[in-house]
C-alpha cells in the first residue's frame, strides 16, 4: 500500500488518473489536491469524496506551509504532479500565471517532498512523477524524426518554456540531492472531462451548437493524438516501475493536422445524428440536425503567434524498457469522446457557461476569419 498524492487531480488528466489509479490499486490511500482554477471540475471525483476513496484539498501547490502539512499528516511515498496551466493562448495573454503555477509552484512541491523525504529517510522508497509536455522539444518540420528523450529543449511558448523550465528543476534535484524524480512528455491528450476551451471538445460542442469551427491558419498544423486511458496506464507504470531520474516520453502514435482532426470530428458528430433520431431534437441548431454536414461550420482563422508546426512523439522507450503500448486507435478514441461529451451535455453546459464564455469571446473574437 502507497500514500498517494495527485497534484491537479481536478483537471482534465488528473481527474482521469485520480479513477484510474483507485480502480487499479484500490488499497493505495489517495490525497487529491487542486488550487480549483477556471480549468478544474470536481464533479467527477464527488462519489469518490462522499464514500471517502479519496481525500480531496482545495490548496495551491506553492502554498509551502499547506505541501509540508501534507506531507506530514499524509507521508506520502508517491507524488504524481500534474498540476498546471497548460492552454498556450492563455500563456500568451497571461504568462505570469504560468511561471507561478508551472515554475515556483513546481519548486515548492519538490522542496516539500525532499524534505520529508530526507528528514523520515525515505527517499529510497519514494516516487515524485512529474508529469510534463511535448512542447517543451518545440516544432518539427515534416520530414523531421519523432522527439525522443534525448531531444533539446526548444520551448516557443511562455507555456511551453514554463513547462521546460519545470522540467529542468527536476532533473536538478535529482542531480544535486538524489531525488528519486521522473518525468513524462506526453502529447496532446483528448477524452472525457476535457475542458471546452482545448481543440476537440470545443470542435464537438460548437457543432453540436451550430457555431462556427475556428481553425487556425491554413489547419495543417500536426499534432499527436493520445487517449486520455492509455496516458493514466503510461503514468501509472513509469512512477512505480520507471527508472529513477529517467525521462519516458508517452505518444499516441496519431499524427493528424487540425485540418483532419476537425473533419473526422464532424463525421463524427454527423454520424451520430444518423443514428439517433432524438439529437435532432437536443440540438436543433446543429446543420446534422437537418440533414446536413458539420463540416458547412469549418471557417480558418489568423493564426496565433509561435504556433509550432508539428509534434511527433517516439515512445519506443517506454514501450521497450516498461512494456507501455497505446491501445486505442484514433478513430475510436474520437467517436468515444464525442459520445462522451453527447452524453454529458449538463456537464459541458455548466462548464461553457459564464467566465468560460468570456474567455472564448476575448481569445477568438478579434480573430478575422480567412
Known amino acids: 500500500m502507497q500514500s498517494v498524492l495527485i497534484t491537479g487531480g481536478a483537471g482534465f488528466i488528473g481527474q ?14 489517495l490525497v487529491v489536491v487542486d488550487a480549483m482554477t477556471y480549468a478544474a471540475n470536481v464533479r467527477s471525483l464527488e462519489p469518490l469524496i462522499a464514500d471517502r476513496s479519496i481525500q480531496f484539498v482545495k490548496g495551491d501547490i506553492g502554498d509551502a506551509a499547506l505541501m509540508h502539512r501534507l506531507f506530514d499528516e499524509h507521508a506520502f511515498t508517491r507524488v504524481a504532479h500534474l498540476a498546471a496551466e497548460s492552454h ?35 527517499i529510497e522508497r519514494a516516487r515524485f512523477l512529474h508529469v510534463s509536455t511535448d512542447e517543451v522539444y518545440g516544432s518539427l518540420d515534416f520530414t523531421d524524426p519523432a522527439f525522443t528523450e534525448a531531444s533539446p529543449y526548444r520551448p516557443n511558448s511562455p ?7 519545470s522540467d529542468h528543476l527536476v532533473r536538478a534535484f535529482v542531480a544535486t540531492y538524489g531525488m528519486p524524480a521522473l518525468i513524462t512528455n506526453c502529447s496532446n491528450n483528448y477524452g472525457a472531462y476535457q475542458h471546452p476551451e482545448k481543440l476537440i471538445p470545443l470542435m464537438i460542442i460548437h457543432a453540436l451548437e451550430g457555431k462556427p469551427l475556428p481553425i487556425y491558419g491554413d489547419g495543417s498544423n500536426i499534432r499527436d493524438w493520445l487517449h486520455v486511458s492509455d496516458h493514466c496506464d503510461a503514468l501509472m507504470n513509469v512512477i512505480e516501475h520507471g527508472r529513477s531520474g529517467e525521462t519516458y516520453n508517452v505518444g499516441g502514435g496519431n499524427e493528424r493536422n487540425n485540418r483532419e482532426v476537425v473533419g473526422l470530428i464532424c463525421e463524427t ?3 451520430a445524428f444518423a443514428a439517433d433520431a432524438n439529437l435532432a431534437a437536443r440540438f436543433p441548431s446543429c446543420p446534422a440536425a437537418s440533414g446536413g454536414s ?3 461550420l469549418i471557417s480558418f482563422v ?44 449538463t456537464w459541458w453546459r455548466d462548464v461553457t457557461s459564464g467566465a468560460y464564455k468570456a474567455w472564448i469571446d476575448k481569445n477568438y473574437g478579434f480573430r478575422i476569419a480567412v
Open 159 to 165: 507555456y511551453a518554456a514554463s513547462k521546460a523550465s
Open 16 to 29: 482521469n488518473l485520480v479513477h484510474a489509479w483507485r480502480a487499479a490499486r484500490p488499497a493505495d490511500r
Open 302 to 345: 489568423t493564426d496565433r503567434p509561435g504556433h509550432d508546426h508539428r509534434y511527433a512523439i517516439n515512445a519506443s522507450k517506454l514501450a521497450t524498457e516498461l512494456g507501455s503500448r497505446c491501445s486505442v486507435g484514433f478513430e475510436d478514441g474520437l467517436r468515444r469522446t464525442v459520445h462522451w461529451y453527447l452524453d454529458h451535455e
Open 269 to 271: 458528430v454527423d454520424a
Open 294 to 296: 458539420c463540416r458547412a
Open 88 to 122: 498556450v493562448d492563455r500563456s500568451i495573454a497571461d504568462p505570469e500565471a504560468f511561471l507561478q503555477t508551472n515554475v515556483l509552484g513546481t519548486f515548492t512541491l519538490l522542496k516539500a517532498a525532499l524534505d520529508f523525504w530526507q528528514a523520515k529517510a525515505m
